[in-house]
């Protein structure tokens, strides 16, 4: 498949939407004790839509990118490779507290929750980044291009099927 910009943009918000954000409820699910808590799970589902919304920014670059290779494609590694750049990038300005909606410790003031600046929030934020991207990657090179036919021959886009 050669995406295009719009074909992007579409499948990686349809898979925030229906493996992201489910893959993250559940995530928080097990990490609160098999309860839902709300404090624990707004840092979880802040980190995925900032991760999100830098793919949707960078989408542009990745097209142009792509253009710059002889088939005008973007092999599935590229995409491995890219997103966890992607979540690379997020943790590490979140971590520098310079996402303001992302939680970290400050001085005299309590510590969050989910706090994105502690040395154990490494493991945790890769562990949530690799339980969404797994199912996320695996969708998009099976299932998706078997139940959405048309999809991958449209360049990643839906429509009309």
């Known amino acids: 498949m050669i995406p295009t910009l719009a074909g992007r943009l579409q499948t990686r918000l349809f898979l925030f939407l229906f493996i992201g954000v489910p893959v993250t409820l559940a995530f928080v699910f097990v990490l609160a004790g098999w309860k839902f808590d709300y404090d624990i799970a707004m840092p979880f589902l802040l980190?995925?839509?900032?991760?999100?919304?830098?793919?949707?920014?960078?989408?542009?670059?990745?097209?142009?990118?792509?253009?710059?290779?002889?088939?005008?494609?973007?092999?599935?590694?590229y995409q491995f490779f890219f997103s966890w750049v992607e979540f690379g990038i997020v943790f590490a300005v979140a971590r520098a507290g310079l996402i303001p909606w992302l939680p970290v410790s400050v001085e005299g003031q309590p510590a969050p929750l989910v706090d994105f600046s502690s040395s154990a929030a490494i493991g945790l934020a890769t562990l949530h980044f690799a339980c969404v991207f797994i199912p996320s990657f695996l969708a998009l090179l099976g299932p998706m291009q078997a139940i959405f036919v048309r999809w991958r021959f449209k360049g990643g886009q839906f429509g009309k099927l």
């Open 47 to 77: 980190f995925l839509v900032t991760i999100t919304g830098l793919g949707l920014l960078l989408d542009p670059i990745y097209i142009f990118i792509q253009t710059t290779r002889w088939d005008r494609d973007w092999p599935f590694a």
